[in-house]
């Protein structure tokens, strides 16, 4: 069964979460076109606008990813994809990345999104989240810092790599507020509904 996950923030929805869909791909291009040059680059590593095949990747239209959406009044406000993989030890590993409108930023999507992923990851059994982060984007590395202080995180000459282990991935619920580091943001609530 699949979910929708509403965010909340001051009790008022600001976005419906959803899987993301073939139908989607054309609103997700209006969606990733409309992101600043520099929120593209921080997703990106680059001022990407994707192309027909990378849309579809990102849509999860290939079955090698999870995408799912962030949808305001019909919508694209925010997307997010996790990729996994099994590593030669057998550790199953997914490889996360979010984005949210430029306008949307600050209202909790962003986690929301996240929160999503990670619990479709820890259904499929992962154990192992990880992700690559811009060191100037300090608005994500506060994000999973504040989630999860005990990320592994490793510095290079291009980016920030975290990799945070998940516990009783296949049967544990996604981090809740209560599981964060430092005193919880009331402002931001998080509502599952099935669908």
């Known amino acids: 069964m699949k979910r ?8 008022h929805a ?3 979460i959803r899987p993301s869909r073939e139908a989607d791909l054309a ?13 593209r680059y921080l997703r990106f590593f680059g001022p990407v606008t994707p192309g027909p095949a990378l849309l579809r990747s990102l849509a999860g239209c290939a079955g090698t990813a999870d995408a799912v959406i962030a949808v305001r009044d019909g919508l694209i406000v925010g997307h ?3 990729a996994d993989r099994i590593d030669s030890p057998g550790t199953r590993i997914t490889d996360i990345g979010v984005v949210v409108a430029d306008d949307w930023q600050g209202r909790g999507i962003g986690s929301a999104l996240m929160r999503s992923v990670i619990t ?5 059994g992962v154990t192992l989240l990880e992700m690559d982060v811009l ?3 300090r ?4 994000m999973i810092t504040s ?3 005990a990320a592994r995180i490793e510095q290079s000459r291009d980016c920030i790599s975290i990799r945070i282990h998940l516990p009783g991935a296949s049967s544990s619920p996604a981090p809740s507020s209560s599981d964060r580091s430092g005193p919880a943001r009331p402002q931001e609530r998080y509502l599952q509904q099935a669908c």
């Open 135 to 137: 060191g100037h984007n």
């Open 27 to 39: 609103a997700l291009g209006d969606f990733f076109a409309g992101l600043s040059e520099r929120t």
């Open 4 to 11: 929708t996950q509403i965010a909340l923030v001051d009790g």
């Open 120 to 124: 479709g990851a820890r259904t499929r």
């Open 80 to 82: 997010a994809m996790a």
């Open 147 to 149: 989630h999860w202080p």
């Open 14 to 16: 600001t976005a419906a």
């Open 139 to 142: 608005q994500v590395l506060n």
